[in-house]
């Protein structure tokens, strides 16, 4: 592919990475910021998410309604996404109206945060929190975090509590505001159709007022210990089983093999957890993932079953993550590189997913990896690669968090 990575740093800081792409027929854009729940401290736990949501608000130019009307008015495809440890803004639009959407997005980081809209927005937040105590799956994830992470911040919640969002004030919001959305934590990322001069033009004209800042990340190691959760609730008729082990950070390099290796252990289709537990109507879904963090990692377990059934897939599932370090074959593994590889192909014909995929790794590590460089990587796997990962993170200790009708 003729793709072209270009760089530049504003004078207050701000990153401006582009991957140019004579071929494309549309531009996509996005601002990342280096912040979310990991970020905030048990006071104000949730800010983030609510932030994300204020700022579709309006700045002191435009209204909320101005807000979605501009983005309509160039059929834009406008997203944000708030997570442990970043928060993004993006569009994907066509070329003709790239400038119009950066400056929009621009506009996005730089809301007035009203106290009307503060308290609507605060209502929308807390029905949200509500909703999602409905969903069994988000329950059983928010305990299985707080309790494998315990008093290091990734252990906090997203979205926050009820009772912690209630007592948010704007002022504390505004002072997040300006201590984390600074130049120096944030990166703009485009793709597609477009000419880097002149993105760093408009970067300029629409960031390079910003005030320079940076903003710091507590950086503590989490400890772990084996632990194990039961928690009933009568009215679910189905059990929901999670669990979390240590594993590769985003900075380390064997977290492509990381990639590989839950693959063949739990991808949705294919995989070890499929044949041995979904096939089999053991299961109605069995899951093995994993999530790299900013100085540590995770390997991820998710299993719904019948409550008869749930102690039963745990153990097949346990017994699979114990089996695969003695019996791991390269053609499960050459089956889980090309799923990967053509994950990586197919996001990247797209400006938007080569725009989110740069944008995630550069929060991380300020590195650009172009399609090539994540291809060739994957080539560079093999069976001895995912035995070292199987060596150097036993998947332990484990954490088990589960959730179903009555006690056990």
């Not at 582009?18 to 854009?29: C, I, K, L, Q």
């Not at 969903?135 to 009820?162: C, D, T």
């Not at 507590?218 to 009215?235: F, V």
């Not at 289709?269 to 499929?274: A, C, E, I, P």
């Amino acid at each position: 592919m003729a793709l072209k990575y270009h760089y530049h740093r504003l004078a207050n800081g701000l990153d401006v990475v582009a991957e140019a792409n004579p071929h494309a027929h549309s531009f996509a854009a996005g601002f990342f910021v280096r912040t979310g729940s990991r970020d905030e401290s048990p006071a104000v736990n949730g800010i983030s998410h609510f932030l994300e949501h204020m700022l579709f608000k309006g700045s002191e130019k435009y209204s909320a309604e101005d807000v979605n009307r501009i983005f309509d008015e160039m059929g834009a495809q406008p997203n944000a996404e708030t997570g442990q440890e970043s928060t993004c803004y993006y569009a994907h639009v066509l070329p003709e109206f790239s400038k119009r959407v950066l400056q929009h997005l621009a506009l996005l980081l730089q809301p007035s945060l009203r106290q009307s809209d503060f308290d609507m927005e605060k209502k929308v937040i807390l029905e949200e929190i509500a909703m999602c105590q409905d969903e069994p799956g988000h329950r059983v994830y928010e305990a299985l975090m707080q309790a494998h992470f315990g008093k290091h911040p990734l252990g906090q919640s997203v979205i926050g509590s009820a009772k912690c969002v209630s007592k948010l004030k704007r002022r504390q919001m505004l002072d997040y505001l300006r201590k984390r959305y600074v130049p120096g934590n944030t990166v703009l990322v485009a793709s597609g159709q477009l000419k880097f001069d002149r993105l760093v033009k408009w970067a300029d004209e629409f960031c390079g007022h910003w005030p320079a800042a940076q903003a710091d990340r507590r950086p503590a190691q989490p400890s772990h210990r084996p632990q194990k959760k039961h928690r009933t609730d009568a009215k679910l008729n189905r059990q929901y089983t999670m669990a979390l082990m240590p594993a590769p950070s985003a900075q380390d390099p064997r977290r492509f093999a990381a990639k590989v290796l839950s693959d063949v252990i739990g991808d949705s289709d294919g995989s070890r957890f499929y044949w041995a537990l979904v096939d089999n109507a053991i299961a109605d879904e069995a899951d093995f993932s994993f999530y790299p963090h900013d100085g540590c990692g995770s390997f991820f377990i998710a299993l719904t079953t019948d409550p008869k059934r749930s102690q039963r897939a745990l153990d097949i599932a346990l017994a699979e993550l114990k089996r695969v370090a003695t019996d791991l074959t390269d053609d499960e593994v050459e089956r889980a590189k090309n799923k990967l590889a053509s994950s990586v192909v197919l996001q990247g014909e797209s400006p938007m997913g080569r725009m989110r995929a740069i944008g995630g790794q550069w929060v991380y590590n300020r590195e650009y990896r172009s399609i090539e460089d994540d291809l060739a990587t994957l080539a560079a796997i093999n069976t001895n690669s995912l035995r070292q990962i199987l060596a150097d993170f036993p998947f332990a200790p484990m954490t088990i968090v589960s959730l179903g009708p009555k006690n056990r």
